[in-house]
């Protein structure tokens, strides 16, 4: 079943705020213990989850009328990239980032920013992002992707 594609509204912030959550918790241990998982899953408040839909652009996939995953960006950035875990595995966060990529290319920006958990490096890795730096402070990667025309 393909999924539908659509920017997310002030009403899907709790959903959005759980998905994060349970992805985080969930889909990244054993790439980082799960405390460091539970650490930055607590990062979010649902307070922050609705600041994110008013300063980002925020898009969802729904695969049957549920949303199963979401993706944030901010001009050339990627903001972050969730599947709910009940949907993992299944094609959802490639899908998104493809229509990301898709829009950005759509807005001629050359290429895509993003920092990348450890969990997730070789997702980006194997659909044609490159580590730009070393990993920060923060555990995360910079990556590239360059957007052809
Ligand atoms: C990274 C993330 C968004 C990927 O979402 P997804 O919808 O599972 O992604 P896809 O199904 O498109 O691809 C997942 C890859 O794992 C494989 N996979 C297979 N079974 C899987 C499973 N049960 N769970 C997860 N991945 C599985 C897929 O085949 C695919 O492999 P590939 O990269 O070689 O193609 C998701 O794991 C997630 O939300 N992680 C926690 C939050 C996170 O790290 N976000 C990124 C922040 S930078």
Do not use: C, H
């Amino acid at each position: 079943m393909g999924a539908v594609y659509r920017r997310a509204i002030r009403k899907d912030a709790n959903r959005l705020y759980d998905i994060r959550r349970r992805s985080i918790i969930e889909l990244a241990p054993p790439t980082m213990t799960a405390a460091e998982a539970q650490a930055w899953a607590a990062k979010l408040t649902p307070s922050g989850m609705e600041r994110k839909l008013r300063e980002l652009e925020v898009w969802v996939a729904e695969r049957g009328g549920i949303v199963a995953g979401w993706g944030a960006i901010r001009s050339d950035r990627l903001e972050g990239l969730y599947t709910a875990p009940e949907f993992a595995g299944q094609g959802v966060g490639a899908g998104l980032l493809d229509r990301l990529e898709g829009l950005m290319r759509d807005r001629r920006l050359p290429s895509v920013l993003a920092e990348a958990s450890s969990n997730a490096r070789g997702f980006y890795l194997r659909r044609g992002y490159r580590a730009t730096g070393p990993q920060t402070p923060e555990g995360a990667w910079p990556i590239a992707k360059e957007l052809s025309t």
